[in-house]
């Protein structure tokens, strides 16, 4: 079973995956009896991210059984509301953390260190029997998305057919949102019936079963689902690993996760997981759909993270 199918079963807006051993574990962790690590990893946040974190998690427990992952997926917006209060070690995110939460971060006495993780290509994605909408822009978009007069294709461009468009986003506490919402709807409000959800697989569901609909996510959910949806190419370009990589599909975008600064310091297997994470991202990002970043942003992550914990 893939990753994606994997996190289909357990990703929703109220999900946790917790793996790892939890018996007998402290949440400061420690050695134990000179094995290996124990204690807790708590993270939550995006659901973009949220494979990538799944996959770095299991493989982790492979080699610190004693230590107990708990990956949320409350969103990015629901992931940050958790982290500026001390509350989580790691915060998953789509976008760059906003300037008000950073500001409660700072209020809480919470510092923090953003490291890149990997690529994602935010995808457009329409029903298998839509063959007219090959290609849109990112005007057309905006249009579709904003404009309550736009009701069927035909009124976003004259030679396509009269077929009623309906529209699936992510949530309003989710990054992709965000990123759309700057990227593409220029901070106009969404549609109004437009319909949202944190959970991505909930998007997935709804397009793959109306015909005239129109949804957007990360990358990953698109590869895992491409034999029941169809990416459209924007502003000419398709989205693939490679326009990804070298940014030339529009909606690329880097995806990254926050850590905490205290928990680095002070938690031995938050470190040592930071680091798992960072050596692994590449590899398991592309397991699960997304594309690694070049080895020298992932060098870059490693001396920060040798800076805050000490190697």
């Known amino acids: 079973m893939s990753w994606m199918k994997k996190s289909a079963l357990v990703a929703s807006i109220t999900s946790v995956a917790i793996i790892g051993a939890a018996c007998g574990n402290n949440e400061e962790g420690g050695a134990t009896d000179g094995e290996g690590l124990s204690g807790k990893v708590v993270m939550d946040g995006s659901s973009t991210v949220f494979p990538i974190m799944e996959a770095v998690a299991e493989e982790y427990s492979a080699e610190q059984p004693d230590v107990e992952v708990t990956v949320g997926v409350s969103g990015t917006g629901g992931g940050f509301k958790r982290f500026v209060t001390g509350e989580t070690d790691f915060s998953n995110a789509s976008r760059e953390i906003k300037e008000e939460e950073a500001a409660e971060a700072k209020k809480n006495g919470v510092e923090y260190t953003q490291l890149a993780v990997a690529l994602d290509g935010l995808s457009l994605v329409v029903n298998p029997e839509n063959d007219w909408a090959q290609d849109i822009t990112i005007d057309e978009l905006n249009k579709m998305w904003t404009d309550p007069n736009v009701k069927t294709w035909k009124d976003v461009r ?53 015909k005239g609909a129109i949804g957007f996510f990360g990358y990953a959910y698109y590869i895992e689902n491409q034999d029941t949806l169809r990416a459209m190419n924007v502003e000419g370009v398709e989205p693939t690993t490679d326009t990804i990589n070298d940014l030339s599909y529009p909606l690329s975008r880097e995806i990254y996760t926050y850590v905490n600064n205290a928990s680095l310091k002070d938690k031995p297997q938050v470190a040592d997981y930071t680091r798992f994470m960072n050596e692994n991202a590449a590899v398991l990002a592309e397991e699960v759909g997304y594309v690694g970043m070049e080895q020298a942003r992932y060098d870059e992550n490693a001396k920060v993270i040798d800076e805050i914990a000490g190697e």
């Open 158 to 210: 004259s030679d396509w057919p009269d077929e009623e468009i309906s529209f699936f986003s992510p949530g309003k506490d989710s990054g992709t949102f965000d990123f759309f919402n700057e990227a593409v709807l220029e901070d106009t409000d969404i549609r109004e019936d437009a319909q949202l959800s944190e959970d991505d697989n909930v998007l997935v569901t709804g397009v793959a079963g109306t």
